[in-house]
């Protein structure tokens, strides 16, 4: 038993309630267990009972023992004067039950119950429900999965505000800071921030019509212009940065960027000549993707194509077939996903303009969903996803539920668990 399964039991009420007794022999009702509080104090508030004859309303403490009541120091605190009834797992210490109703739950709860919480927290499986979730109905998946995106959201909005205070609430340059880390995708997602971070975005903007200089800037600052290359278009780019390092005192960020165990279309050489082609195409990009309005515009701000000089070329110095290196639909869709939806929810959170919170979901539910473990895992299980709004939904509860083993807190553990009561 666990405090936290225990808090559950009580706001479910799963347990026997038939002829409930207090530990001195009073009748007892519950006839609301209350709300779970979630910050300082008794574990509930605004509870409801009946004693005997007597009703009470008040808060609720729950305890693994009875003695924890004193060894909380609980007594000489002014939060639990208001107490009207303690409800412990194992009454090992009589002597608040005098003066604080106590309700002991010991032999009151499934066994059923108790062995399938156990069993989960120990799991190995890829989610520790693995062997019911098929159960679960598809009326509770639904809603669930509305409200894990919801979260995602709002934590990413968390995220989000760490930067905007760094950078003075600056939009335009949040979204630089964010575009590029995703541009670095998991591999480099930290070179490529920093390197963003290095830069000030309206120092870019100055050169937007000059797509060379652009790469020079991105590329240099990256430390990818350091060695010599026998190739004209290199040594132009070393040259122009070689310029500019030295008139806006610009120095190579420290996080190394790496090529290996990559497909030559994300090596980063490629991402940052399209990340200078995506500043070179829009000056207030941000803004033209709060203007989008629907997906297909959005994603027409994002069809780029690298320079002409990367049709043939994946790295400096090495002539390769025609490709003409475009972002393709999967690097766009992941841009949605994990750049753009997340920076234009924040907007509307921020500002409490809803229109851009609508706005978001339906990009989301109109994107391919992501093809990953996560998403594959759950398909294993039967759990299918069918868009980015459900695949974002499915990584929440993987990432911020399962693995975390708040089995408790989520919706299908509880409708698995409630089974077992």
Request: aromatic share 12%; hydrophobic share 40%.
């Amino acid at each position: 038993m666990t405090e936290r399964l225990l808090q559950f039991i009580w706001q479910f009420q799963y347990f026997n309630t038939g002829k409930l007794e207090t530990s001195s022999g009073e009748s007892l009702l519950v006839t609301h267990p209350g709300q779970w509080n979630v910050h300082q104090g008794p574990d509930f508030s605004d509870a409801r009972i009946k004693i005997s004859d007597k009703s009470w309303a008040g808060n609720v403490e729950l305890h693994i023992v009875a003695s924890d009541w004193h060894r909380h120091a609980h007594h000489k605190d002014q939060n639990y004067e208001n107490v009207i009834l303690h409800v412990v797992w194992r009454n090992d210490d009589g002597r608040l039950a005098a003066t604080l109703p106590t309700l002991v739950l010991e032999d009151r709860i499934s066994v059923l119950l108790l062995r399938q919480y156990e069993s989960w927290m120990h799991s190995s499986a890829f989610i520790p429900c693995a062997n019911y979730i098929q159960g679960v109905s598809d009326l509770s998946w639904v809603s669930w999965k509305e409200r894990l995106l919801v979260e995602r959201l709002q934590r990413k909005c968390g995220q989000i505000q760490e930067m905007l205070e760094t950078n003075n609430f600056h939009w335009e340059e949040t979204l630089w800071w964010l575009m590029s880390r995703n541009f670095g995708l998991s591999v480099n997602a930290g070179a490529f921030e920093e390197l963003a971070r290095s830069i000030p975005l309206i120092l870019l903007t100055r050169h937007r019509r000059q797509i060379h200089q652009l790469e020079a800037i991105l590329l240099g600052q990256a430390g990818l212009l350091k060695d010599y290359q026998e190739d004209k278009y290199f040594l132009l780019l070393k040259k122009e940065y070689t310029f500019y390092k030295l008139k806006y005192g610009l120095e190579i960020i420290h996080s190394p960027v790496h090529f290996l165990r990559m497909r030559p279309p994300a090596f980063p050489t490629v991402r940052l000549a399209q990340l200078a082609m995506l500043l070179h195409s829009s000056s207030n990009i941000f803004s033209s993707f709060l203007e989008a309005e629907d997906i297909k515009e959005l994603k027409a701000l994002l069809d780029i194509t690298a320079n002409d000089y990367w049709h043939y070329h994946y790295t400096f110095g090495h002539t390769s077939a025609y490709r003409p290196k475009t972002l393709g639909s999967h690097m766009i869709n992941n841009i949605i996903i994990n750049t753009i939806a997340p920076l234009v929810f924040a907007y509307g959170h921020f500002h409490r303009y809803e229109k851009f919170l609508v706005k978001t979901m339906e990009w989301l539910s109109q994107t391919a969903a992501e093809k990953n473990v996560v998403t594959q895992g759950f398909s294993s299980l039967g759990i299918k996803c069918g868009n980015a709004a459900e695949s974002q939904a499915l990584i929440e509860l993987k990432t911020q539920y399962c693995e975390k083993r708040r089995c408790l807190d989520c919706a299908i553990g509880n409708s698995i668990l409630k089974r077992k009561t």
